[in-house]
């Protein structure tokens, strides 16, 4: 099991080469740490670097002004004090970070305004047009690696079907498929995968979940829909009332005629 010790060493060798050290700068500097001056030899043993490099390590920290070397035999070095070494480097993020964030301040104003000049309100989630939903649909059983959702009317029904093939697959990769249909679909559904799981009751609303993540809202003609990418509370709600209503239907013998009041459109 690797130390706390062990761990936070080394946080700070891979911060040290994240500001622009070499690996063998950065563990000659951290050595070096705290021991005053202090030969070159030393360092190496320290360090465990190779003695035959350690003298070239040692000048090129000198020259980005992190070491203090004498310059006499023996080689005696010691380390500048950390505020003062990347006190310089610090103001340089500094001032980067700065520039950045006043760049995407920049950027979102011109977002915003381009936007707002065609009449355009950005939203989180896209809308698709009748073609585009069915390809969605199958994209995402493709995609799909634990779970699908859905409660759907005859409408999203037919789109299940024409996407039986892709069901079949998912399925077989170990996805499981929960349909709250309405009662019209039952007939039809029969040519669904066996190991779809299915309740029946009156549904006037589609809505597909996919991997609790991915929510696809078909309006209520089927001319278009909404796909949102979500893991905040609007899913939790969705899921929580497929859930509920998925338990309650439980001990209808796979019948209920409890009408769902879902989402009715987009």
């Known amino acids: 099991m690797i130390s706390e010790d062990k761990i936070e060493n080394n946080e700070i060798l891979g911060g040290l080469e994240e500001m622009g050290l070499s690996k063998y700068e950065s563990s000659a500097y951290y050595n070096l740490l705290g021991k005053g001056m202090i030969s070159a030899t030393e360092v190496a043993y320290s360090s465990n670097l190779p003695r035959t490099k350690i003298y070239s390590i040692l000048k090129r920290l000198e020259n980005k002004k992190l070491v203090l070397i004498n310059n006499q035999k023996p080689l005696m070095c010691r380390a500048i004090s950390p505020k003062e070494a990347f006190n310089g480097i610090i103001t340089k993020y500094e001032n980067k970070l700065n520039g950045l964030k006043k760049m995407i301040i920049k950027l979102q104003q011109i977002n915003d305004e381009g936007l707002q000049s065609k009449g355009i309100e950005e939203k989180k989630y896209f809308v698709l047009n009748q073609f585009s939903t069915t390809s969605k649909i199958i994209d995402l059983i493709r995609k799909s690696h634990e779970s699908i959702d859905a409660m759907i009317n005859p409408l999203g029904n037919k789109l299940l079907i024409y996407s039986k093939d892709e069901l079949k697959k998912t399925i077989i990769d170990g996805v499981r498929v929960r349909l709250i249909c309405d009662i019209k679909c039952e007939s039809e559904n029969k040519i669904l995968p066996n190991a779809i799981e299915q309740k029946f009751s009156q549904v006037n609303t589609n809505v597909f979940i996919f ?52 989402v009715n459109n987009i």
């Open 211 to 262: 991997d609790n993540y991915n929510i696809l809202i078909l309006d209520s003609i089927g001319t278009k829909s909404a796909l949102i990418h979500s893991n905040e509370i609007f899913l939790s709600t969705m899921m929580n009332q497929f859930n509920d209503l998925w338990f309650k239907l439980e001990n209808n013998f796979l019948r209920s005629t409890n009408k769902i009041e879902f």
